[in-house]
């Protein structure tokens, strides 16, 4: 696959390797619409979605966010918004 961003290709990998390049490091939460703001300045959020009226964060970050965090298997999604907001997925061959 390849991700493009802007005319510029930002990251050439298989799938499966560019997920597990991030693994280990995509943490997720739940949380009320109205907190997102805080969020965001906090963390560096890379995916959300709504779920039941609250969003679904996935954050990037090397160690737990903190103790209201779960780890997550990354999916594409987090692969390629990681990626267009320039914090480079490293794959190894």
Do not use: C
């Amino acid at each position: 696959m390849a991700i493009i961003h802007e005319g510029e290709v930002l990251l050439t990998a298989e799938p499966l390797k560019a997920m597990h390049a991030l693994k280990g490091k995509i943490w997720s939460k739940v949380i009320p619409k109205k907190e997102f703001p805080d969020y965001r300045q906090k963390f560096e959020i890379v995916l959300t979605r709504l779920f039941a009226g609250k969003i679904v964060i996935h954050v990037l970050s090397e160690t737990k966010p903190d103790d209201t965090f779960k780890i997550v298997d990354p999916e594409l999604e987090d692969v390629y918004f990681t990626t267009i907001n320039k914090n480079p997925v490293r794959v190894t061959t």
